[in-house]
């Protein structure tokens, strides 16, 4: 399987805006069929994932991933998990798959579809997962890796993206050394991949 590693954006850049439909739209008390950037300024801190439903590296990370999101959730951190595949080519992709997904497995954070791919695009995403943890001013601070497993290696923890929320909750910044993620690359629409992704 062929592996595509984050772009790893530079540190310090705002969180590009989005506004994107919601797969699951009642998980929140948001309210409304659509998430954007700005229904999270109550936040102390935002990750952003981009992620899909048939990557075997989310898939593997999956689990954990959804332990990490409640139990931070709780601490003032939120969390949205965004699908930028084609669909038409990834029917697993699709909206309704994204929704029974996120049932099927009680995400507790919206999972919105960019299907036009432009917020991808302003997020210079590369793979699923690929991770964004902005702080409370909405400037980066930490993109990169879940934590150092693989697939068909011993279960993800999330240490990376732990020790990151940990050192932001607390002192608002983010020190530890970052190493860029890996997985499937995003599935570009024929014709439309970035000059990033390329």
Not at 52 to 60: A, D
Not at 159 to 169: C, I, M, P, S, W
Not at 173 to 191: D, F, L
Request: proline share 7%.
């Amino acid at each position: 399987m062929a592996v595509t590693e984050s772009t790893m954006m530079e540190l310090g850049q705002p969180a590009p805006e989005f506004s994107l439909p919601a797969a699951n739209p009642g998980v929140d008390d948001r309210g409304g069929e659509r998430r954007s950037l700005a229904d999270y300024t109550d936040a102390e801190a935002l990750v952003v994932v981009f992620m899909c439903n048939h990557c075997p590296y989310v898939k593997h990370i999956e689990e954990a991933l959804l332990d990490v999101a409640r139990e931070y959730q709780e601490r003032g951190a939120q969390f949205v998990g965004i699908c930028s595949n084609d669909p038409e080519r990834y029917p697993d992709d699709s909206f309704d798959s994204m929704a029974e997904r996120s049932r099927e497995k009680d995400y507790p954070f919206p999972y919105l579809q960019d299907e036009t791919q432009e917020v991808a695009t302003a997020y210079k995403a590369a793979c699923t997962p690929d991770i964004y943890v902005f702080d409370e001013e909405r400037t980066l601070a930490y993109r990169g890796r879940f934590d150092d497993t693989r697939p068909d290696g011993e279960a993800a923890h999330g240490e990376d993206l732990r020790q990151a929320l940990d050192e932001l909750l607390s002192t608002g910044e983010v020190t530890m050394e970052q190493a860029p993620s890996m997985g499937c690359n995003i599935k570009w629409t024929p014709g439309a991949e970035p000059a990033h992704a390329s």
